[in-house]
């Protein structure tokens, strides 16, 4: 391995967290694309009888449902159908929040009638200067709505919080420390400044991110599970893609929001989970996966950086069980991610990669937007322009955008810029 493969591994460990890993992903992880196995992909515009799909209407009405399905039934899995009865309860609201840019409220949306039951915090920013709803930006934190902004007037999370626990420390509750932690990740003011709200929410209030059975968060509305779980029984990364269909719910009553405008944004496992989410939810406007990698934009038969095996091992908890089947099997796979960056046709979608996060693969990452393309193109939008991966720091935009930026795995401000861009594109002109 070269100096800067080592950089890569060095930092998924970080990333990881799990030290004890180190040897077995030194010799798994390939960096190199002569190395990337051979592969056929799954072709999109063909159905599972074998018949071509040709028109937007066959791709609506009939091949969208298949390849939805397949990703339940080997990815993501299925959650139960919760009957839930949202409610909510405003915690706080103030306008002065940013500097006086936006106006500034927390949420608390009840999944039952009970007020120690499941719950989640929504936080919610909106332009101080709107006068009426805007489009908005809805994403999941990974430390609490308090990380977002180091103002003392939030509440800070009372979910589990994964940072201690990856820290050797047995409390697993947010400290004041972790006040605007996250900040650097929310261009909060660039986001309110060009009109659009942003509403995020903690994704541990949804379901904490460790494997504890699927017993809690949002889990426990269900009926409780004995045994093994049921090989496409969802996982958190449908519980987490749950939690943002029901913030969409919420929203499709907030006057100061318009839900029919609403970008879904996620970066690592939540850009992961920002596909899925807009994927199931077409009411979502636009779609946007930041750095999502393996199982999010990658394609995982190129099986270069994390793949199935690993990420299955490592997270155990993030996907359906019937997913295993694929450790080292990548070719069995009767999808591949292409087909779910296609799920958000014909609605705008942005794929964005950072050139030092080969872990993520972002030349997959690329491709599988670009395959993406023949059904964007079945309802006359563009795809990407080329099969060549854009230059570095150069964003390409049409019906949809992509980006390779300098720097590391991470959500930056030049990434929001390009966010807003599109959304300028695309949200403001309906
Ligand atoms: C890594 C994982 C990635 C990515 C990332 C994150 O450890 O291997 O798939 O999801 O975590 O979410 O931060």
Redesign the pocket.
């Known amino acids: 391995m070269n100096r800067c493969q080592w950089k890569y591994v060095l930092l998924?460990l970080c990333?990881?967290?799990s030290r004890e890993l180190a040897p077995v992903m030194a010799q798994e992880a390939n960096y190199d694309e002569a190395k990337v196995p051979a592969y056929t992909l799954p072709d999109l515009l063909t159905d599972l009888s074998g018949a071509p799909v040709t028109t937007p209407q066959q791709w609506q009405q009939g091949r969208r449902a298949e390849v939805l399905g397949l990703f339940e039934q080997h990815v993501f899995g299925r959650l139960p159908d919760y009957r839930v009865q949202l409610r909510t309860k405003l915690r706080s609201e103030v306008s002065d929040a940013v500097g006086g840019l936006a106006h500034r409220r927390e949420l608390t949306v009840y999944f039952t009638a009970d007020d120690s039951g499941p719950q989640m915090d929504l936080l919610i920013y909106t332009p101080a200067a709107a006068t009426g709803p805007v489009p908005a930006f809805l994403g999941l934190n990974f430390n609490g709505n308090q990380a977002i902004e180091a103002d003392s007037r939030l509440h800070i999370t009372q979910s589990w919080v994964r940072n201690n626990r990856e820290l050797g420390i047995e409390d697993n509750r947010a400290t004041e420390a972790t006040r605007g932690s996250e900040a650097s990740r929310w261009s909060v003011e660039r986001i309110v400044k060009a009109g659009y709200g942003l509403v995020t929410i903690y994704y541990g209030d949804i379901d904490p991110d460790f494997d504890d059975g699927f017993r809690n968060g949002i889990h426990s509305l269900g009926e409780a599970v004995s045994g093994e779980r049921a090989g496409d029984a969802g996982g958190s990364i449908s519980a987490w893609s749950w939690g943002l269909s029901r913030a969409l719910d919420v929203l499709q009553s907030d006057a100061r929001i318009d839900a029919a405008r609403v970008a879904v944004f996620g970066?690592?496992?939540?850009?992961?989970t920002s596909l899925w989410a807009g994927a199931a939810d077409q009411r979502f406007a636009m779609v946007i996966s930041n750095n999502?990698?393996?199982?999010?934009a990658a394609w995982s038969r190129r099986a270069f950086g994390?793949t199935v095996a690993?990420?299955n091992r490592?997270?155990p908890h993030w996907f359906c069980v019937n997913h295993r089947k694929y450790n080292n099997n990548e070719g069995a796979l009767p999808v591949d991610h292409h087909m779910l960056i296609a799920l958000a046709a014909p609605r705008p979608v942005y794929v964005a990669s950072a050139v030092e996060d080969q872990?993520?693969d972002p030349r997959g990452e690329y491709l599988s937007l670009w395959h993406a393309g023949v059904v964007y193109r079945l309802f006359g939008r563009a795809g990407m322009p080329s099969e060549e991966l854009p230059g570095l720091d150069m964003p390409v935009q049409t019906d949809v955008g992509y980006h390779i930026r300098s720097g590391k795995?991470d959500v930056t401000d030049y990434d929001w810029q390009q966010y807003v861009k599109f959304a300028d594109r695309h949200l403001k002109a309906h």
Not at 292 to 296: A, E, K, L, R, Y
């Open positions: 998924c990333l990881c967290g970066h690592s496992r939540l850009g992961k999502s990698g393996c199982g999010g994390e690993r990420i490592s997270f872990w993520a795995h």
